[in-house]
């Protein structure tokens, strides 16, 4: 498993190489989706936790609604990251 590397864009906005959007269409599939990241997870045992975590879990959830048209005028876009 490769480590993920920090860059900056042209606006000094800091984001994660490598990283991908991946589009889903329910909550289901979101929760499988954070199942599978959990699993990617590296976890070792210390004094004070059996299950210390070695990595770090970003689940970001972008919401884009736009209205039920062939070509809609605007869009909202809502984002949460946990």
Do not use: M, W
């Not at 959830?61 to 990251?81: C, E, F, M, Q, T």
């Amino acid at each position: 498993r490769q480590s993920c590397k920090l860059a900056q864009d042209g606006n000094g906005d800091v984001y994660i190489k490598g990283l991908r959007e991946v589009q889903i269409h329910s909550a289901d599939e979101a929760f499988r989706f954070l199942a599978a990241g959990q699993l990617s997870r590296q976890v070792a045992a210390t004094q004070s936790n059996i299950e210390s975590s070695r990595s770090h879990c970003i689940f970001s959830i972008k919401v884009v609604r736009a209205p039920n048209v062939p070509y809609p005028d605007y869009a909202s876009v809502s984002r949460l990251s946990i």
